[in-house]
């Protein structure tokens, strides 16, 4: 998020909870995240140099990537 006072980035760090009541709130919804998508999220990682430094989880209905 970029903050138009300050110029610089003002990032925050909230729980996956807080992401799913802000979606919802522009009406989006989760949908279910089979584990063949989870598997092949991991297919996909592993094509990237830097691939491995990611985790792919689910949570509930969505994708978590760390």
């Known amino acids: 998020m970029i903050n138009p006072?300050?110029?610089?980035?003002?990032?925050k760090h909230v729980k996956i909870?807080?992401?799913r009541k802000f979606f919802a709130w522009f009406g989006m919804k989760e949908i279910k995240?089979?584990?063949?998508?989870?598997?092949?999220a991991n297919l996909v990682a592993?094509?990237?140099?830097?691939g491995?430094?990611?985790?792919?989880?689910?949570?509930g209905d969505s994708l978590i990537i760390g």
């Open 17 to 19: 909870d807080v992401w």
């Open 33 to 40: 995240l089979s584990m063949s998508s989870l598997y092949q």
């Open 46 to 50: 592993e094509k990237f140099s830097y």
């Open 52 to 59: 491995s430094c990611c985790t792919f989880d689910r949570d």
């Open 5 to 11: 006072m300050k110029k610089l980035p003002v990032i």
